[in-house]
């Protein structure tokens, strides 16, 4: 068995042990709501948000965008689990903003191995066989932080099987202070329709 396995098994052991009352969570959030952010490991939504288990909703993905499978997420969330507002929180110091599609592209065609990011930016540093697989993802990458938050808020809002009456916030979580950076035209685009 390797160390993260065992390690990640002995922590559930060690929680599962004192799960008590947590067994009695409901299936919908309490606090009724959504946070839509990144996979980034600085980021705990838990502790920036102030939640405890059976809050929130946390959607999370490279970036923390607003991808087809993110919106089915959020629509699920409402239609049948009764959240009522939801956060697009993107962060500083995102990976997402080191490289382009094309980058991307380039290095998994070149190798599916881990590349290395380097002073020049990434390198591909694996020798075994690539897939051209990767010219048909749209890999979401960021150039503008500010701007991807209002884009996927504007997407969210837009989307045909969102309902108006949802306020959609935007933030940019800072990795350097812990606090949320409210984007004001990511929310006023996010703003309750009537």
Same mark, same amino acid.
């Given at each position: 068995?390797? /160390?993260?396995?065992? +390690?990640?098994?002995?922590?559930? /052991?060690?929680?599962?042990?004192?799960?008590?009352?947590?067994?009695?969570?409901?299936?919908?959030?309490? *606090?009724?709501?959504?946070?839509?952010?990144?996979?980034?490991? *600085?980021?705990?939504?838990?502790?920036?948000? @102030?939640?405890?288990?059976? =809050?929130?909703?946390?959607?999370?993905?490279?970036?923390?965008?607003?991808? =087809?499978?993110?919106?089915?997420?959020?629509?699920?969330?409402?239609?049948?689990?009764?959240?009522?507002? !939801?956060? &697009?929180?993107?962060?500083?110091?995102?990976?997402? +903003?080191?490289?382009?599609?094309?980058?991307? *592209?380039?290095?998994?065609?070149?190798?599916?191995?881990?590349?290395?990011? #380097?002073? #020049?930016? !990434? /390198?591909?540093?694996g020798s075994r066989p690539g897939s051209a697989e990767a010219e048909f993802v749209d !890999?979401?990458?960021? @150039?503008?932080?500010?701007?991807?938050?209002?884009? =996927?808020?504007?997407?969210?809002?837009?989307?045909?099987?969102?309902?108006?009456?949802?306020?959609?916030? @935007?933030?940019?979580?800072? &990795? /350097?202070?812990? *606090?949320l950076v409210e984007v004001p035209d990511a929310t006023d685009i996010g703003k309750v329709q009537v």
């Amino acid at each position: 068995m390797g /160390q993260i396995l065992e +390690e990640v098994l002995t922590a559930n /052991q060690n929680y599962s042990e004192t799960f008590g009352e947590r067994a009695n969570l409901t299936i919908p959030p309490a *606090r009724r709501f959504t946070i839509l952010t990144c996979m980034d490991a *600085r980021l705990d939504p838990a502790k920036f948000a @102030g939640l405890a288990e059976g =809050d929130a909703h946390v959607i999370r993905n490279a970036g923390g965008r607003a991808s =087809d499978d993110a919106i089915r997420s959020l629509i699920i969330s409402y239609k049948l689990l009764g959240t009522r507002e !939801w956060f &697009v929180i993107h962060h500083t110091n995102c990976g997402m +903003e080191t490289f382009t599609d094309q980058i991307m *592209r380039g290095l998994l065609a070149s190798s599916l191995e881990t590349a290395a990011l #380097t002073e #020049t930016g !990434w /390198q591909d540093v694996g020798s075994r066989p690539g897939s051209a697989e990767a010219e048909f993802v749209d !890999w979401l990458t960021i @150039g503008d932080l500010a701007k991807s938050v209002v884009d =996927d808020v504007k997407r969210i809002r837009t989307h045909p099987l969102v309902p108006s009456n949802i306020p959609i916030y @935007g933030f940019i979580y800072d &990795v /350097q202070t812990g *606090r949320l950076v409210e984007v004001p035209d990511a929310t006023d685009i996010g703003k309750v329709q009537v």
